[in-house]
């Protein structure tokens, strides 16, 4: 934990390798963060031998309340982002059926991005750098063009979002 970070009460953090936490990042309070640690004799993701199971948030970052955020692989939310609302779920892992075992993808959220409330974002997902993810959406797919709201079920670009718009522009990652 970097200074000024923050985790509010009745979180709790299980069988990850690594939670790392920027400066003036906050963990709100009821999230639910989960993993499943690498190098162990467990047959489970044994075929993913660089897996880490991490939580890395960037500086000035907030995750609110009430998320399941499932970090069986690496978790990357950079700097400036708000996990909103609540009952979002990040989901590394599942059932490979073609190979028949568990398996894991990261995912990565980039600078300055807003996770809407009830939002779903499956191993494997990049929300690009100044982008908007619209409350209620599944993202299960990598994109890569900025300054635009994604949506729907699944998650599809849906506008351009103007540059000059204030929150990519922040200085403190508190929004008032």
């Known amino acids: 934990m970097k200074k000024g ?3 509010g009460h009745f979180n709790v953090a299980i069988n990850l390798d690594k939670i790392k936490i920027g400066e003036n990042t906050s963990i709100g309070r009821s999230n639910w963060i989960t993993g499943f640690p690498a190098n162990t004799n467990s047959k489970h993701f044994a075929h993913q031998t660089d897996r880490e199971s991490a939580l890395i948030l960037g500086n000035e970052s907030a995750i609110t309340k009430h998320h399941h955020i499932d970090c069986t692989s690496k978790i990357f939310i950079g700097n400036f982002v708000t996990v909103a609302g609540y009952y979002s779920q990040f989901l590394t892992h599942s059932i490979d059926i073609y190979e028949n075992r568990q398996d894991s993808n990261p995912i990565n959220i980039g600078d300055y991005c807003f996770v809407g409330t009830n939002s779903v974002i499956l191993g494997g997902s990049v929300l690009p750098a100044f982008s908007v993810l619209g ?3 599944l993202l299960n797919k990598s994109y890569t063009e900025q300054y635009t709201l994604y949506g ?12 000059n718009a204030k929150y990519f522009h922040r200085e403190k990652g508190f929004v008032y």
């Open 5 to 7: 970070s923050k985790i």
């Open 135 to 137: 409350a209620n959406a």
């Open 152 to 163: 729907g079920v699944p998650a599809k670009p849906l506008k351009a979002l103007p540059q």
